[in-house]
């Protein structure tokens, strides 16, 4: 420790209710060497920030900012806090309970703690007040396990001499390179989408094994709309189903063509009834030929998403039918080779240019996904250019989580999928803590 935050400490220790900040500084000059990221790398997160229109686009650049981040990026939080939008209240306090818990006396102005106490204490939401009584404590760990009136009193005896330790901290050096833009980012994922408009087309089987997954895509599908929709404005949405040869309906059917009366879909799938299906394989390939067929409603420069579900394979004769269908919509999309090859992982191309058709696959399966199935999906996934998922009916994961994170997984693409995933998963959580009623 410095001579002068020496000095500092021991003036604060004289002061009633300083043992929890001086602690905090002891506890950040010990700490073993770190890198951290330079200025510019979170003022990148901040313009972005600015720059969003939606409480979706500014949680995505919230989130961005990981566990180390500069000083300068704490106005944003602190304005998230203080949002209306209760979505970006949580992603707020998520960045701050994310972040190196050594960094936090670095990063916690004097407003923004006071709007934690002041404020954010007084939260009715039980698992949101909680975050912030474990944030606190993170922050001042050696003022103990308080209350929000031990906070309070904490906080009337420290607010006047508060301020947060200097930056860089001691024994941590800076990142060699400073990227000032946001190339590469789940970011500028996230305005490409804005820009440029995502279409899901959900092909799903509707035999009769599948409808507590046909209630789950309903179910997840409300998540999926207030997510997507705040990302990507233009979002469309369809629903094909299919089933088998011989069944008294169609073997594939559009019940809705790729429209931005998303909630339409919604509604659709809470109508759709699982029935028929009396061996195991099904007509997947017509299924999909239904999805890719640009008379759906596809746009050429829009992303573009097929995401199939099911629970059974394909015929054997029929399979390459349908992996050569996906192939050739993600090769040549519209029959022409989009003009710039989409970088793997992140699925996109030259503005402008047709972009390639994912087709991403969740295989259905209660107590394991039996071989044919995992062939069938997996295979479809791989020459779709998507990911192949599984979906365990019965398990403790609720069957619309795994729904709501493979697509959002997809739509960014799966060089995000760690970033993507935990976004969804804060979301999901406080929605279903109520906080967002």
């Known amino acids: 420790m410095s001579v002068g935050l020496k000095t500092r400490a021991t003036k604060l220790l004289c002061c009633p209710g300083a043992l929890a900040l001086a602690a905090s500084m002891s506890l950040a000059a010990s700490l073993p060497a770190q890198e951290i990221p330079r200025e510019p790398v979170t003022r990148s997160f901040v313009v972005a920030f600015e720059r969003a229109d939606h409480w979706a686009l500014r949680c995505i650049a919230l ?10 990026g704490t106005p944003i939080v602190l304005e998230a806090l203080e949002s209306k939008d209760d979505e970006l209240r949580a992603f707020g306090l998520e960045v701050l309970r994310g972040s190196l818990p050594e960094l936090l006396p670095h990063v916690a102005s004097h407003d923004l703690v006071e709007r934690l106490i002041k404020k954010e204490l007084g939260e009715k939401n039980e698992l949101y007040a909680g975050r912030v009584l474990d944030l606190l404590a993170r922050i001042f760990p050696q003022a103990g396990e308080l209350d929000a009136k031990g906070w309070k009193r904490f906080w009337s005896k420290e607010r006047k001499s508060y301020a947060p330790l200097p930056w860089p901290p001691a024994g941590w050096t800076l990142a060699d390179e400073a990227h000032e833009t946001l190339a590469g980012t789940m970011v500028e994922r996230a305005f490409d989408l804005s820009q440029d408009g995502l279409e899901v087309m959900i092909c799903i089987d509707s035999t009769g094994s599948m409808q507590e997954t046909i209630d789950a895509a309903r179910d997840g599908l409300a998540d999926i709309i207030a997510l997507l929709a705040g990302i990507a404005p233009d979002l469309k949405l369809g629903l094909v189903h299919y089933k088998d040869l011989g069944e008294p309906v169609p073997a594939a059917e559009v019940i809705r063509k790729l429209s931005e009366k998303v909630e339409s879909v919604e509604k659709a799938l809470g109508r759709l009834v699982a029935e028929g299906g009396g061996d195991i394989p099904e007509r997947v390939e017509m299924g999909l030929a ?49 003009r710039e090859a989409p970088e793997k992982g992140s699925r ?19 107590g394991g996904i039996p071989a ?23 398990g403790d994961a609720r069957a619309s989580t795994t729904i709501v994170r493979h697509l959002l997984i997809q739509a960014f693409g799966t060089r995000y999928k760690e970033q993507a995933g935990r976004f969804v998963e804060i979301y999901l959580e406080y929605h279903r803590a109520g906080f967002f009623d």
């Open 63 to 72: 989130s961005s900012l990981g566990e180390l981040w500069h000083p300068v």
């Open 290 to 338: 239904l999805a890719l067929d640009p008379d759906r409603g596809w746009t050429p420069k829009a992303n573009k998403i097929v995401l199939l579900i099911g629970d059974a394979p394909a015929h054997a004769e029929a399979l390459p039918e349908a992996i050569d269908l996906v192939r050739a919509a993600f090769e040549k999309p519209f029959g022409q080779s989009p």
């Open 372 to 394: 044919e199935v995992a062939d069938t999906m997996t295979r479809i996934a791989t020459a779709g250019g998507g990911a192949y998922g599984t979906l365990a009916l019965g």
């Open 348 to 366: 996109r191309t030259s503005t402008g240019a047709n972009r390639p058709f994912v087709t991403s696959a969740i295989a259905v399966g209660r």
